[in-house]
């Protein structure tokens, strides 16, 4: 294994020099093909799009770009927009995030949009909220980092509810900037005696090749193929899958395809994972940080957001190839109703939702339920729509085995100063500070439950009382008994969860009982479509954000199907949003593209050796005629420039 390592390193190290050769080739093979289009009278238009193919409007009308110029550039106003209505189904990031498009970017009429939402309240799985009945609930966390640049772009535009004049991107950039995040204790063992933040995967050489062969699969040959059709306990036993299964909540069950194009996705973190450096969060929860600023935006140019109206179908018109959009079909308050579209009455839909059918427990009960009978909305809605032509999608892929999709979190409260001398302990900060606690998650490596909390700034409610602390914690097994508490956290009820977090704490076992009873509420959720989005899936098991043909509708959200990004990211949703109004619309601007460090050769290799703990693959021993070749090869690339790269990337000294 020592030698395909080492053919690896070598490879990219390589790939450096032969590029200059192979860039310089294909330099003047451009040129050669552009006199030849001068000297043949090719339409202007025509000239400009072949030769900058990434300003070239695909076939759903958009386009990708890199860099600020088209950052910074403010969009044409579309022709006949004045006489275009927008109906957007579910109020969550997605949804939200379309409508503010449609306002800055499309420069439709605030008046023209109209927002669709099941519920009485907006936010969709962005959410974080004080029951009176239950007490605080996150169902969950939003992990975000420098390279989020569809996030980036909507949210500078965004004006801040708590700093005048500022924006929601200029007041997370300077709290990110005087409170930068890192953790100090990633995982623990044995009830908090060993935590720790090393730094180190303990990966095998044979773990590094499984992960860097997944690397470089095609994605057709990881079509309906799990993560354990790819990795062996090679992989599953090293820190590196603590670290990575814990942090984006992948099951061994789960896609591998999803988990390949998340290696490729975030390839410039992998130093960053086992700390959580890479990362930032908003002040406080994702609803008051993220949502509720949305909400006053698009309130102020005059959108309407129906509560209360639960879309059922949207009917379509297919002739031959084209797909429009006829009647938006709805319950509200129970009475059926119908909205009749023409093409000029756009239907940007959310089709399922990993927190639909969320069951809510409380201190004395647990999140029990049929969530079979709790399921409507998203899933039945695109399930309507499938049904009526395949570019659909199949939903079925990602809903129909919820034993596989689920897991559970917690939001525990409270001010007791026993407990939090066990967090301080643990996380080595004061998580009364309001500023970073524990930088990311903390994971249990031997809990039943493989159990993980976080406790982000405080307050998470910008209502919540000084002395209070919320904290967030999640398990991925909910069907194993605890390790205190010897029942399946699936019915467990909110003092129960709490008492099998402070075991692994490192409380003692005589004061557990009285502290999760009276000095803490916990407040459980169990999400049966947690995961569904990392179900493994083939191509068109997601429809395309705008599916061929489509002229009047486009998908939003997780289980739209877009090639330039990874799900289960607010990134995700909002690229997707833009995406749509940009091709339904006719915007004439660049979408960002995703951030290429998986093309950056220097994060390749950095990469390479941090995934190894440090030790780079051309350090590899080889049989001994091949070690001298090694040794000459280096010795003449580290005269060159491209030495001088592996030097500073860590593959040689």
């Not at 695909?58 to 022709?79: D, L």
């Not at 992960?211 to 994605?219: A, D, P, R, V």
């Not at 330039?564 to 997707?576: A, C, G, H």
């Not at 290429?596 to 590899?620: C, F, H, I, Q, T």
Request: hydrophobic letters at 35%.
């Amino acid at each position: 294994m020592g030698k395909n390592a080492w053919k690896v390193g070598m490879a990219s190290a390589l790939a450096v020099g032969t590029g200059t050769v192979l860039l310089a080739k294909t330099r003047k093979r451009k040129m050669q093909s552009v006199d030849q289009m001068r000297q043949t009278k090719i339409p202007e238009s025509d000239y400009r799009n072949t030769e900058r193919g990434s300003q070239k409007k695909n076939s759903k009308g958009i386009y990708y770009a890199k860099g600020n110029y088209e950052a910074f550039a403010r969009p044409e106003k579309p022709v006949g927009i004045e006489g275009k209505t927008a109906y957007l189904i579910g109020s969550g990031l997605g949804s939200l995030a379309a409508a503010c498009f449609l306002i800055r970017d499309a420069q439709m009429p605030g008046e023209n949009i109209h927002i669709l939402e099941a519920m009485d309240i907006t936010g969709g799985s962005c959410d974080g909220i004080h029951d009176p009945t239950r007490g605080y609930v996150m169902r969950g966390g939003r992990e975000m980092e420098d390279h989020f640049e569809c996030l980036w772009d909507l949210f500078h535009s965004i004006p801040s509810l708590e700093i005048p004049g500022a924006s929601v991107l200029d007041e997370f950039y300077w709290l990110n900037k005087h409170d930068p995040n890192y953790s100090l204790c990633r995982a623990t063992k044995n009830r908090g005696e060993d935590a720790h933040t090393n730094g180190k995967f303990r990966l095998s050489q044979k773990g590094s090749m499984e992960i860097i062969k997944l690397f470089f699969t095609k994605n057709e040959d990881l079509y309906d193929k799990t993560i354990e059709d790819v990795f062996d306990d090679e992989v599953f036993k090293s820190d590196f899958w603590l670290y990575w299964r814990t942090m984006f909540a992948f099951e061994n069950w789960h896609s591998a395809l999803e988990m390949k194009l998340y290696f490729q996705r975030f390839i410039h973190h992998i130093g960053g994972l086992p700390d959580f450096s890479a990362l930032k969060f908003t002040r406080y929860n994702q609803y008051e940080s993220l949502i509720l600023p949305m909400l006053k935006y698009l309130e102020h140019a005059g959108v309407e957001i129906r509560l209360g109206t639960e879309v059922t179908n949207v009917r379509f018109e297919i002739k031959g190839e084209k797909k429009t959009a006829r009647a938006i079909e709805c319950l509200v308050k129970g009475e059926r109703q119908e909205i009749p579209l023409t093409e000029d009455d756009l239907v940007f839909i959310t089709n399922g939702s990993c927190t639909e059918g969320t069951i809510y427990g409380d201190q004395d009960h647990a999140p029990v339920g049929n969530a079979e009978v709790r399921k409507s909305g998203c899933w039945n809605l695109w399930k309507n729509i499938a049904a009526q032509d395949p570019a659909f999608g199949h939903p079925e892929k990602f809903c129909s085995d919820i034993e596989k999709t689920n897991w559970e979190s917690a939001t525990v409260t409270t001010s007791d100063e026993t407990i939090l001398s066990y967090i301080r302990k643990i996380c080595r900060r004061d998580p009364r500070s309001g500023k970073v606690v524990t930088g990311g998650i903390v994971s249990c490596k031997d809990s039943s439950w493989l159990l993980s909390w976080t406790i982000n700034r405080q307050g998470q409610f910008k209502n919540q009382k000084k002395e209070e602390i919320c904290v967030w914690l999640y398990g991925l097994f909910t069907d194993v008994p605890g390790d205190y508490i010897k029942k399946p956290m699936k019915i467990c009820t909110g003092k129960e969860i709490t008492a099998e977090w402070l075991y692994h704490l490192g409380v003692p076992v005589s004061e557990i009982e009285e502290l999760a009873e009276y000095h803490a509420v916990c407040v459980p959720t169990m999400m049966p479509y947690i995961t569904a989005f990392f179900m493994p899936r083939a191509a068109g098991d997601r429809p395309d954000v705008i599916p061929d043909g489509c002229v009047n509708a486009a998908f939003l959200g997780q289980f739209a199907e877009t090639p330039r990004d990874t799900i289960f990211t607010t990134e995700y949703s909002v690229r997707t949003a833009m995406e749509a109004v940009y091709g339904l619309c006719g915007v004439d601007r660049g979408i960002p593209e995703v951030w290429g460090s998986v093309y950056d050769v220097r994060e390749l290799l950095a990469s390479s050796v941090k995934l190894m703990d440090g030790k780079s693959p051309l350090e590899l021993e080889l049989p001994l005629p091949l070690e001298k070749v090694k040794k000459k090869l280096l010795k003449r690339v580290n005269r060159t420039a491209v030495g001088k790269l592996l030097q500073e990337c860590g593959m040689v000294n």
